[in-house]
């Protein structure tokens, strides 16, 4: 997205040198006004005498048949046409309504992830920020409108609520109360709040007496709520128990469990290891078995989890080299794709959200080298692998719970998965079943972005690498 920014910058630029353009003409056609204004105030005051001078009425003549031609001209000169052909070619640049649905529903999840109140987000204090911005009551709106689109009506209350309050505190926008509460009432309805819904629609009329869906709610929602009296009345006689409502709200959740325990995750609330269990993790030097690029500098390697075994190479890629991998990746990165498990296309995914592209070994050395690096740590063949993938994630960027193999109904592969901050793993067996324990995720960002990088290397050509065993799942 930094080339929007810099595409926006040009556009500023550009409006700037037609604002100064507009001004210039402006001032001529004041100085014009000026002298004639000087000029015919004088003349009007003795009109015959003032014609008497021939030079006067040949200058009459003159300004009347050419200076106000000249003059009309001018006032009809168009000092847009170099703004406006610039913006029309960086037009092809602009995001579209989809991307602008797509930056709002980032926010959404980072404000489900995270557990942020709208006003935390609204106000711009998200952690380790350097350029700390706020949104208006106006993008406030703009949130709540693109949730109630969804029949998202737990976010649309949230954001437009956040919307009124920014307007009750006196924000000049183009959006009106009236419009924010129309959204917030109904969507307060649709939870099943219907005093809360009465109580806001009122409010409204107070603003719009005349506004004809209110009138019509107000009416319908005085009905339910008398309709649920009495039936509270009837229950109550029957129990002799008094009945209190309480509705409570809450985000609409049609995912497995497994979604809030990734969430959980990515807050850092997960399971901790006991002392015990920790007492079992160590660090050490990776010699590879001894491979000659380890001999001199071993890899640091350290045990971060001990079920599933999880296992982080240290320094396994270099500053340099990870900036060498972003500088070949950035012109070529694009949307990237998952493949479906029944047709096996690619497309794209609401739960993957990045940009990738992929290297190879033979356009720079770093690629080359990164390669053999993992050849020698993982012990396999590379040279039947995939080409290197590099994935930025933006803000809000994310890519769901996941196995990285290949299921049995399309082409298996034995995949392995490395970041630039390099965590190999076998994610299936040797006998090449998917190992179910190396489901992993990549959170969403909530500030700045994300590089990572991985190598998918297929079961074939590691029959001499990594050969099977007795049982069937060695």
């Known amino acids: 997205m930094t080339d929007l920014l810099y595409t926006e910058k040009d556009l500023v630029t550009s409006l700037k040198d037609y604002i100064k353009a507009e001004e210039t003409k402006l001032t001529q056609i004041k100085q014009w006004a000026a002298k004639l204004d000087e000029l015919t105030e004088m003349a009007t005051e003795d009109p015959e ?15 009347l048949n050419t200076e106000w031609q000249e003059l009309e001209n001018l006032v009809l000169k168009d000092m847009s046409d170099g703004f406006i052909s610039n913006l029309t070619i960086q037009r092809q640049h602009f995001p579209d309504d989809q991307d602008q649905t797509g930056a709002a529903k980032a926010l959404i999840r980072l404000q489900d992830t995270y557990k942020l109140d709208a006003d935390t987000i609204s106000q711009g204090n998200l952690p380790g920020v350097k350029h700390k911005t706020s949104l208006s009551a106006e993008d406030c709106f703009e949130l709540g409108k693109i949730t109630y689109s969804d029949a998202d009506y737990y976010h649309t209350e949230l954001w437009m609520e956040q919307s009124l309050r920014q307007l009750d505190t006196g924000e000049i926008s183009t959006i009106d109360k009236i419009t924010v509460l129309d959204y917030l009432s109904y969507s307060v309805y649709q939870q099943g709040d219907v005093d809360k819904a009465l109580e806001l629609t009122k409010r409204l009329l107070k603003l719009d007496p005349e506004h004809q869906r209110a009138n019509g709610n107000l009416k319908y929602f005085e009905y339910i709520i008398a ?65 000659p690029q380890f001999i001199l500098r071993p890899m640091k390697q350290e045990d971060e989890w001990d079920q599933p075994r999880i296992v982080r190479f240290l320094d396994a890629i270099s500053d340099k080299e990870i900036e060498r991998v972003k500088e070949i990746a950035k012109p070529r990165l694009r949307r990237a794709t998952i493949s479906n498990p029944i047709t096996g296309v690619l497309e794209t995914a609401h739960y993957r959200i990045s940009k990738s592209a992929w290297l190879s070994a033979y356009e720079d050395p770093v690629i080359s080298r990164i390669n053999q690096r993992i050849e020698a740590l993982t012990g396999l063949d590379v040279s039947t692998a995939e080409e290197l993938q590099v994935a930025n994630y933006g803000v809000g960027g994310q890519y769901e719970p996941h196995h990285d193999f290949a299921r049995a109904s399309s082409h298996k592969k034995l995949q392995l998965f490395h970041s630039l901050y390099f965590y190999p793993n076998f994610f299936t067996f040797i006998c090449g079943e998917g190992d179910y324990s190396t489901r992993h995720a990549a959170c969403p960002v909530l500030v700045g972005n994300k590089w990572v990088s991985n190598k998918w290397i297929h079961e074939r050509g590691q029959e001499f690498r990594r050969r099977c065993g007795l049982s069937e799942m060695d």
């Open 49 to 63: 005498g003032f014609l008497g001078h021939p030079v006067n009425a040949f200058k009459l003549v003159k300004r």
């Open 227 to 291: 309709q649920q009296n009495r039936d509270n009345e009837g229950l109550m006689q029957s129990t002799n128990k008094s009945i209190t409502t309480n509705v409570k709200k809450e985000r609409i959740n049609n995912v497995a469990p497994e979604r809030e325990k990734y969430e959980m995750l990515c807050r850092g609330e997960g399971i901790k290891l006991t002392p015990k269990r920790q007492k079992k993790l160590f660090c050490r030097y990776f010699d590879g078995n001894k491979n």
